[in-house]
Structures are given as C-alpha cells and as structure tokens.
C-alpha cells in the first residue's frame, strides 16, 4: 500500500490526541465547579492526567512514525506496528473513562445534584470516543 494513503490516519490520531487533551483540560478546569465526592473528583483527575499522559506518548509515536514514513515508499511492518501502537493506546484509556460516566449516571439518578458532573464527564467521553471511532477506522484500512 502506498505511503501516502497514511495521511487521513496520522490527521485522525493527531485530532483524537487533541481531544484527549482538550476535554482533561476542560475537566479539570471545571472541577472545582461542579459537586462531586471527593473519592470521584479523586478518580476523574487521576483519568484527565491518564489522558493527557497518553496525548503525549501519541504525539511523539507520530512523530515517530512521520520519521518511518518518510524512510519508505510503503506501508512496512514497523508503520503498521506503530499504527497499532496508537490506536491501542487510545482504546486503552476508554473502560475507565466508560466506568466513570457510568457511575456518575447512576449517582446523578439517586443525587441529581450530581447530574452536572455526569454531563461534564459524559460529553467528554463522547467527544473521545468520537475521535477514537474515526482514527480507528483509518487505521483499520492501513493496517
């Protein structure tokens, strides 16, 4: 396959990284605003940090493999290896974040107080999960 067909994939991983990003950023900025038990606030800081962490780790794999990408003319087995590398890295940050909303929707049921934190988090995961679907798909026809 030819290297060039990458480009939608990098561009879906680099937009899924960004908002990885920016949605923790946004959390976390509005934290302080928003009632929740500390154990969950706990939780959800120790998730955005998660995310932010593995915004960067995405970065520089991109980075990595622009520099593989730019060594060859096709699709080898380290850019697919590296392409992988992404997308699990991504999915591997969604069951947490999965868990989280969940809890939320149930204790914003008993509590609705708590239905702020349950919005704030759940479009957060949606826009993740978003990104997540579409850089995963371009992965799917790279490698």
């Not at 969950?40 to 120790?46: D, F, Q, R, T, V």
């Not at 080898?76 to 590296?82: A, E, F, L, M, N």
């Not at 940050?93 to 609705?112: A, F, G, N, R, W």
Request: with cysteine; net charge negative; aromatic share 4%.
């Amino acid at each position: 396959m030819p290297i060039q067909n990458l480009e939608p994939f990098t561009t879906a991983a680099y937009h899924c990284a960004m908002q990885m990003m920016s949605n923790a950023d946004y959390i976390m900025k509005e934290l302080p605003n928003i009632n929740l038990p500390d154990e969950l606030g706990n939780k959800l800081s120790n998730i955005c940090e998660g995310l932010v962490g593995t915004k960067h780790d995405i970065i520089n794999e991109l980075d990595d493999l622009s520099t593989a990408i730019s060594s060859s003319e096709e699709i080898t087995h380290d850019i697919k290896t590296r392409i992988n590398r992404i997308i699990r890295w991504i999915a591997d940050d969604l069951p947490e974040i999965h868990e989280l909303v969940m809890e939320l929707q149930t204790l914003s049921k008993s509590e609705p107080a708590y239905g702020l934190a349950f919005m704030l988090v759940a479009e957060s995961a949606v826009n993740i999960l978003n990104a997540f679907n579409e850089a995963a798909a371009e992965a799917e026809l790279v490698a």
